[in-house]
């Protein structure tokens, strides 16, 4: 496998350098027979390799690390808003459902619209987490909407309610290297209403003031809005959604797909949302129900296991037992450990979190399907105990510092660090860690020393889990902050 993987990729840079008409170093020694520095060659090259193995911004942490890739910003044309503000007041009448309205359409909204598009600062937010030399970014005018919310209270049941459900706007996550983007303009002033991101720390949620701006990927981010407790609206909420399509640099015709799809599936849900606003017959209220409860199935899935994830799962699965134990059992271990190495740019902890307990769950199911099967009561009972026992020191550790500094809150900055001094700080040094290894340890001595029923393969794997724990706690040892 080892040997076909370096003859396609040697294939395939070839290929790159007919294609380009690229000249290349080996073109210039082997037509002067000179075969012998090949080897040469590769030793050069050789820091080059080990340096994109470990660069900040390349494999290790894009294999491992979530960013965080919402872009918040004020506007640097505050003209252009109250402009649209004006206009609202003096176009949109109030009414019990949110009001949406196609700013390229309209007299007076075309020009504040398109300044905004073009807004400095806003452009300059997407450069921050899309170099320049990297991504284009363009504008993507056929789903943009200025949206009023209604006034009164909440409808039980209608399009409106997806807006207080955790969602992501689009379906196509799965387009690679492409994103679209909607960016969200505060027009009027607000202090009520507040944009929860449930995959990232609570300090990234928004309260879109008029000025603000909070942009977020269209696909990939869940999302909803809720009331900030005892806070009100002079005003109706109002805001302007812009959206862009960020695209490798010079792939315009992918830019042109991922932006044509987008608006596609757009306009096509736009025109279920506006027929669901007032329901009356039962085909829409059929409608109505559909769209929450494929909106709410779709949230509950994606902040608990992600569709990019379930995808890892099963290719791991189709390639075979043997793949399909060995990269889910630690895919966990290299999320811990690039997340504590690589900690900017800034990571989406919601992420995070869910990758992390989600792969440390899918690696004790293994443990558990080699480990239950073995186990006879009340002989084993001790065994049992003793695992017991140490994993319950790690739950305790997690009990005291709680899952935000569990999962690096304070590292990552989230949090204001604390000194934890309850039990089993207060006595055990990284117990967190300690209670992982005494348990496996006990596991080890009861089932493998003492009855001899794990097998070698079980023996091998629970000795991979210990290594991998050892070698975290020996980088937080070394590399933390405190």
């Known amino acids: 496998v080892c040997l076909l993987a370096i003859a396609v990729g040697f294939c395939l840079q070839e290929l790159s350098h007919f294609v380009f008409a690229e000249k290349t170093y080996m073109g210039s020694y082997l037509g002067a027979a000179k075969p012998w520095m090949v080897i040469v060659h590769s030793i050069w090259l050789m820091p080059l390799v080990i340096d994109c193995l470990t660069m900040r911004y390349f494999f290790l942490p894009k294999l491992f690390v979530s960013r965080n890739r919402n872009i918040n910003v004020t506007v640097a044309n505050p003209k252009a808003c109250d402009e649209l503000r004006e206009w609202i007041h003096q176009n949109i009448p109030e009414t019990p459902e949110t009001t949406h309205v196609w700013p390229h359409k309209q007299e007076g909204t075309t020009g504040p619209t398109l300044a905004l598009e073009n807004d400095a600062a806003i452009m300059a937010a997407?450069?921050?987490?899309?170099?320049?030399?990297?991504?284009?970014?363009?504008?993507v005018q056929g789903m943009n909407e200025i949206y009023v919310t209604a006034v009164g209270a909440k409808k039980a049941m209608s399009s409106d309610a997806v807006f207080y459900t955790p969602h992501t706007d689009g379906p196509y996550w799965f387009l690679p290297f492409g994103s679209l983007y909607r960016v969200l303009v505060g027009v009027t002033p607000n202090t009520m209403v507040r944009t929860q991101f449930n995959l990232q720390h609570e300090t990234q949620n928004q309260v879109l003031d008029i000025y603000k701006v909070c942009g977020f990927d269209y696909s990939?981010?869940?999302?909803?809005?809720d009331h900030v407790p005892g806070e009100t609206n002079k005003e109706r909420?109002?805001?302007?959604?812009?959206?862009?399509?960020?695209?490798?640099?010079?792939?315009?015709?992918?830019g042109n797909l991922v932006a044509g799809l987008n608006q596609n599936y757009n306009t096509w849900a736009r025109g279920n949302f506006l027929k669901t606003l007032r329901p009356s017959t039962v085909y829409e209220k059929t409608l109505a129900w559909w769209i929450w409860l494929t909106t709410y199935f779709n949230y509950l899935f994606e902040e608990n296991v992600g569709w990019p994830n379930l995808v890892y799962i099963l290719t791991s699965y189709a390639l075979g037992p043997t793949p399909f134990l060995i990269l889910t059992s630690f895919r966990h271990y290299g999320v811990y450990m690039c997340s504590f190495a690589f900690r900017q740019p800034d990571i989406a902890h919601g992420f995070l979190m869910r990758d992390a307990k989600l792969y440390k769950t899918i690696a004790m199911m293994h443990m558990a399907r080699r480990l239950l099967p073995i186990i006879s009561l009340p002989e084993d009972l001790p065994g049992i105990l003793a695992a017991c026992g140490g994993f319950a020191i790690t739950i305790a550790a997690t009990a005291q510092l709680g899952f935000v500094r569990t999962y690096f809150g304070s590292e990552l900055g989230f949090v204001q660090p604390k000194w934890i001094s309850g039990f089993p700080y207060?006595?055990?040094?990284?117990?967190?860690?300690?209670?992982?290894?005494?348990?496996?340890?006990?596991?080890?001595?009861w089932f493998g020393l003492r009855q001899e029923k794990l097998t070698n393969e079980t023996i091998t794997l629970i000795g991979a889990h210990m290594t991998c724990y050892v070698t975290h706690m020996v980088q937080e040892m070394l590399t933390s902050s405190y």
Do not use: C, N, T
């Open 426 to 445: 207060s006595v055990i040094p990284h117990p967190m860690i300690v209670g992982q290894l005494l348990a496996w340890s006990s596991v080890l001595y």
């Open 237 to 254: 909420r109002s805001l302007v959604k812009l959206h862009f399509v960020v695209y490798p640099k010079g792939w315009h015709w992918y």
């Open 220 to 225: 990939r981010e869940l999302h909803f809005i």
């Open 126 to 139: 997407f450069r921050k987490v899309f170099a320049a030399h990297h991504y284009d970014v363009r504008p």
